[in-house]
């Protein structure tokens, strides 16, 4: 072998020895968790509770952290580690210098990196769907752009409604995307794939006109929310393995519950007098960020946890106190947004972040637990 070659073969065993790194995952996987509380604490202010000021104004990016600095870090780490790839480790890292922007008082820049972080995982999903050209791969890449969009328009100061149905449909189609992957492993159902394909559409359709006809888009919208939780209900995987126990049954759980959340909020968005203004926004929002998405994110902390950082995290039965409070105080929230009742409304936003923080410490202790476990 020649010294390039030689030299090539050395760069990329230490790439690989770089991407294996525990410590390498861990860190970027730390600062999502850091935007994930400073997306807690500036949600908390924002709906009343007076907590002590920070040093950064959490309140206004209390969005941003939380779908940028947080969702934007896991999903990118999770995609850079499936690829196995450096450069798609760009994207965590961008967010992560975007948190710490955020933090430093420099919002815009914090946007700036968080529309790159988008753009980096827009790219890496579009390499993994020119490897494996199927509908999942096509959606999941969708879901990417829709994130680098977002967050554009939401830097460069457009249309609010627009970025923030951009990055409602970020989370939305990275999910069901990777649902109907995994409806692959049941008997062939001849409509589900064209039926979902229907679903999606509608979905787009009601985000292309939202910038031009924004009540009318955000109807159809709804309109396109309802019929994916409908299809999810009817064709995902959950539906057969909820009869079984343990932690397949806690996800299925997690999932059949967050579906139900996804058709409360497209019902908000459809039929409420106005779909993005007022306690309707809050509430609308909040069904699908909070209810939807973090029932996702507790269905599959115990699966992707281990697959990205390396550190098992073994089902406890205490996992299902978190999620009962979510889904309690989200209602409770809700009933306070339509109501009319801010009491309410700051009591099940408290309960919501208390739901999170349980969720954290639950999965921190399982992966303690084992570790001791193991060493014993």
């Known amino acids: 072998m020649d010294a390039i070659g030689l030299r090539r073969q050395e760069l990329e065993t230490a790439r690989r020895g770089l991407v294996e790194r525990r410590a390498f995952r861990f860190a970027f996987l730390a600062a999502g968790f850091v935007a994930l509380v400073s997306a807690l604490y500036g949600g908390l202010m924002r709906i009343g509770w007076l907590l002590p000021w920070p040093p950064a104004d959490l309140v206004s990016a209390h969005g941003a952290l939380m779908t940028g ?194 058709a409360a909020g497209g019902a908000i968005l459809l039929a409420a007098p106005e779909p993005f203004g007022g306690l309707y926004y809050d509430a609308g929002l909040h069904a699908i960020f909070l209810g939807f998405v973090f029932a996702m994110v507790f269905a599959h902390a115990p699966i992707i946890f281990p697959a990205v950082v390396r550190l098992p995290v073994p089902f406890r039965p205490h996992f299902y106190v978190h999620l009962v409070l979510l889904h309690l105080s989200l209602l409770v929230r809700l009933v306070g947004d339509l109501a009319d009742d801010p009491d309410l409304r700051m009591a099940g936003g408290l309960g919501n972040a208390a739901a999170i923080v349980l969720f954290i410490l639950a999965t921190a202790g399982s992966v303690i637990a084992a570790r001791r476990a193991a060493r014993a």
């Open 69 to 262: 600095g947080f969702f934007g870090a896991l999903i990118g780490l999770e995609r850079a580690v499936a690829l196995g790839r450096l450069w798609p480790y760009l994207g965590p890292f961008s967010v992560a210098l975007g948190t710490l922007a955020i933090w430093a008082g420099a919002p815009d820049i914090g946007l700036a990196f968080y529309a790159c972080g988008g753009l980096v995982l827009a790219a890496a999903s579009a390499f993994v769907w020119y490897r494996q050209r199927e509908t999942f791969t096509a959606v999941i890449a969708l879901g990417a752009a829709f994130w680098a969009v977002g967050m554009l328009v939401w830097w460069l100061g457009g249309d609010r409604a627009s970025a923030i149905v951009a990055l409602m449909l970020f989370l939305v189609l990275t999910i069901v995307g990777e649902r109907l992957e995994l409806t692959r492993v049941l008997p062939p159902r001849p409509r589900a794939k064209p039926l979902f394909r229907g679903c999606v559409a509608l979905v787009l359709a009601g985000a292309a006109l939202v910038p031009f006809w924004q009540e009318p888009g955000l109807r159809l919208l709804g309109l396109g929310f309802l019929s994916l939780s409908a299809w999810l209900a009817t064709y995902d995987i959950a539906r057969r393995t909820v009869r079984q126990s343990g932690l397949v049954r806690y996800a299925a759980l997690c999932l059949l519950s967050g579906y139900g959340w996804l």
